[in-house]
């Protein structure tokens, strides 16, 4: 597996010494601000860590008129663009809205968040924002935070002690989301369900539910699990898109709605950690599939692709009851004046969108590839196999466990 992408070996020409000079002025209210040495762009990440855009780190040295021109100032950056190359990232992210929607999280709401957040007492640490632009090209320039000990999670979190930061930080995104939708900000126009129920996303998931289906055929005692995944494959797509349906308080079905990450998984995740190698603080990142709806996306998200599976088994009740008690705790404290949902109320929201488990569960087999740039482009043209891991004894394991649990709670049903 190639090191980097290739596509994020050659930095597009637009973004030379000029636009990061433009930019840290913008960023400063300083127009005196003058670029020293130039600007070196090196790929941001290893390859297959990312699927819908191109990234780059550079560091930045700059005098400013306001300053001695001998203090020589620097600042280290992460840059995200829009994928330019033909292929899956460039058909994935066309007219998708995705760099809309990360702009807007991070000029407007991130910043109405960390500030709610800080007046109540709670902290929820997001990278600093340098600058944003859809137009004349859609970028992102935020501030590189590894230099500060922040590590890009690289798996599954394998312990509930070391999983309860990010538990807390998705709470926080809700409980915050919940409280300025309902107050100050109308969030219901994030909305990630085109991307994901149609096109090229919707094609990797269904491909994914029927390759499980698939591998699982000659494993023995599985015959009614292949009869239930097949007739569920039907209608796949109506089931997916009932996933990602806003919620309607007014309805019989009732539920609630609260600011998803929508694409949270291990990979969007950073970590600093101690000595020992254990974890110590989370961050969220990645903001582009951002979706008002039901907290069961990304809380059947966090038992499923934020920890590993012996976690999920052993902690499942207690992660969803511990992320329940700081989502109503923030609420409190903010003083939120609506019907705070109740704990049954998330673990009704958790069995209405099961289907969503379900699906995560059929693609168990991604975190065995060795995902690169060319992985879902051979996917989509109908290369890929079904994955050697389904000769996999522990792998077998962990499908059988899900597919019983995903069975008795009646999630297997039409």
């Known amino acids: ?25 913008s960023f400063a209210n300083d127009p005196s601000i003058e670029i020293v040495g130039g600007c070196e762009l090196r790929p941001a990440t290893k390859g297959g860590d990312h699927y819908a855009s191109i990234m780059f780190r550079t560091t930045v040295r700059y005098r400013s008129g306001r300053r001695s021109q001998s203090e ?65 090209n859609a970028v992102i320039v935020l501030e590189d935070i590894s230099p500060h000990g922040w590590l890009t999670g690289r798996e599954c979190i394998k312990s509930f002690d070391e999983a309860l930061y990010t538990v807390r930080n998705i709470a926080m995104l809700h409980a915050s989301s919940l409280y300025l939708h309902e107050t100050t900000m109308n969030l219901s126009s994030f909305n990630a369900s085109n991307f994901i129920t149609t096109g090229p996303v919707l094609a990797i ?41 806003v919620n309607s308080p007014s309805s019989s079905s009732g539920g609630y709605n609260v600011l998803n990450h929508a694409d949270f998984q291990w990979k969007n995740l950073m970590h600093k950690k ?36 012996d976690t999920k088994m052993t902690r499942r009740d207690e992660i969803i009851y511990q992320y329940y008690q700081q989502f109503a705790l923030v609420l409190r404290k903010a003083g939120f004046q609506g019907k705070i949902p109740s704990l049954v109320d998330l673990q009704v929201e958790l069995l209405r969108k099961g289907f969503h488990e379900l699906v995560q569960a059929s693609v168990e087999s991604f975190k065995y590839v060795e995902l690169t740039e060319s992985t879902f482009d051979e996917f989509n043209a109908g290369e890929m196999g079904i994955h050697s891991c389904f000769q996999d004894k522990e792998f077998q394991r962990v499908i059988c466990a899900e597919l019983e649990s995903l069975l008795h709670r009646g999630l297997l049903d039409e």
């Open 205 to 245: 998931f269904s491909r994914g539910f029927d390759d499980l289906r698939r591998g699982i055929e000659k494993w023995p005692g599985c015959e009614l699990y292949v009869q239930k995944l097949k007739k569920l494959h039907e209608t796949f797509q109506e089931r997916w898109q009932r996933v990602y349906a």
């Open 274 to 309: 101690d000595s020992e190698g254990r974890i110590v603080d989370s961050m969220l990142i990645d903001y582009q599939c951002c979706h008002w709806g039901s907290p069961a996306l990304d809380v059947l998200s966090l038992i499923d692709l934020i920890v590993d599976k």
């Open 1 to 25: 597996m190639a090191e980097y992408d290739a596509d994020e070996l050659q930095a597009p020409a637009w973004l030379n010494d000029q636009f990061f000079e433009n930019a840290v002025r």
């Open 72 to 136: 020589e100032q620097t600042l280290d950056l992460v840059i995200k663009a829009l994928p330019t190359a033909d292929g899956f990232k460039r058909d994935l992210t066309k007219d998708s809205g995705l760099f809309e929607t990360e702009i807007k999280m991070y000029s407007e709401v991130l910043p109405a968040m960390t500030k709610l957040l800080k007046d109540i007492g709670e902290h929820l640490e997001v990278p600093r924002l340098i600058y944003a632009a859809s137009d004349p």
